[in-house]
């Protein structure tokens, strides 16, 4: 491990990804955007790093985060993207790719991603690629990203084939959660973050559910303890799972649960904000309850109280929550086709034999999947 001094101060959590050589930190806490000039001076190779972020974000944090790097006497490039996810494919790619090398990146120097899952993925992904590999860190505004995809080093955009098909494991340096970024959050943003929170609770953790069950509107309303406690668990177990299996051969897959499904219903509606990621992980780990209730695996009450609570908190739970899209088992089951996780042609899933108790790889029937589609179509 790298020394940091000067981190650690009261109001920061800090978690360590453990990569031996390559291990960082994950600091959770409010107003760190103020101090990431401070906090990541240890880390930085040259005195100058480049953010990127979209045009929504950099009304709100952008100024803000460009102060604190001049502050430290770091000096800034700014790139303003487009917001949304038609951004991250393969054109935002060579955009952003061909407005780096202009401005004159060097192999010491520092992307810093400043937004949400689009922004993070795609700066990470340039960062993989870019003189063949430079640094990043993180800075996660939205819950969906501060849980889950600011941590890990998945980084990619999305093809007309599918969801994060093209892309690269490049771990960021540093991980910075600024919980007062979640401030300004819309509500439909911080219902779909949940619902990665809510995943780690299903994945194999049965207390941190019952807490969800107990507490989760307290997240979604950003009361501070019961926010900052649903951040640092979360948190904790993706660092947790990615120190063990980095490259997703084995324990990572179930970070996936509910993604086969999400995914397929994120490609028939074009990635568009009609569905958003969060919200295609709520309905697809319904499915995936469902779906393992109808094998055997999990009791029907395991799949009804997943259903319950979700839809208690306002989150969709069937793909008939979008009106007048008219779905299609097949199209459904073709977009499964394409995902990453498909074994020698068959659609594996992440199931389930009762809440805290996913595996992987599951498989069922493709006249199972379509008969759990059509109900749920149907219903």
């Not at 981190?7 to 806490?29: A, C, F, Q």
């Not at 803000?64 to 490039?77: F, M, Q, V, W």
């Not at 209730?293 to 793909?319: F, K, N």
């Not at 097949?330 to 805290?356: Q, T, Y």
């Amino acid at each position: 491990m790298i020394d940091r001094p000067g981190i650690d101060r009261p109001g920061i959590d800090r978690l360590t990804v453990d990569l031996g050589s390559r291990s960082y930190d994950i600091l959770i806490g409010r107003g760190l955007i103020a101090e990431a000039g401070r906090l990541m001076q240890p880390i930085l190779r040259q005195k100058r790093a480049v953010i990127v972020t979209d045009e929504n974000v950099a009304r709100l944090h952008l100024e803000a985060l460009e102060r604190a790097l001049g502050g430290a006497g770091i000096a800034a490039d700014s790139f303003v993207l487009e917001a949304g996810e038609q951004t991250k494919s393969f054109a935002g790619l060579e955009g952003l790719i061909s407005q780096l090398l202009e401005s004159g990146i060097e192999r010491r120097s520092t992307l810093v991603a400043l937004g949400g899952g689009v922004v993070g993925d795609l700066t990470g992904f340039a960062a993989a690629i870019a003189l063949r590999g430079i640094d990043f860190v993180q800075i996660p505004t939205t819950l969906l990203a501060q849980v889950d995809s600011s941590v890990g080093g998945k980084t990619g955009i999305d093809t007309p084939q599918g969801k994060n098909l093209v892309g690269a494991f490049h771990q960021p340096r540093l991980v910075l959660a600024d919980t007062a970024t979640l401030d300004t959050l819309p509500r439909r943003e911080m219902l779909a973050g949940y619902a990665e929170v809510a995943k780690y609770g299903l994945i194999d953790d049965p207390g941190f559910f019952s807490w969800l069950e107990a507490n989760g509107l307290d997240v979604i309303e950003r009361v501070d303890g019961a926010l900052r406690h649903a951040v640092l668990t979360s948190c904790r177990a993706k660092a947790r799972i990615v120190a063990a299996d980095e490259r997703e051969q084995d324990a990572r897959a179930l970070l996936n649960l509910g993604h086969t499904f999400a995914h397929a219903l994120e490609a028939e509606c074009g990635f568009s904000d009609e569905l958003l990621h969060g919200e295609a992980v709520a309905i697809g780990m319904v499915l995936a309850f469902e779906l393992s209730a109808r094998l055997g695996l999990a009791g029907i009450e395991d799949a009804a109280r997943v259903q319950r609570h979700l839809a208690s908190v306002g989150l969709p739970t069937s793909p008939t929550w979008i009106d007048g899209r008219d779905w299609s088992a097949e199209r459904l089951i073709r977009h499964m086709g394409r995902d990453k996780k498909v074994k020698d042609g068959r659609i594996a899933f992440v199931l389930a034999r009762g809440i805290g108790r996913a595996f992987f790889p599951g498989h069922a029937e493709t006249d199972e999947i379509a008969a759990l589609l059509e109900t749920a179509i149907a219903a």
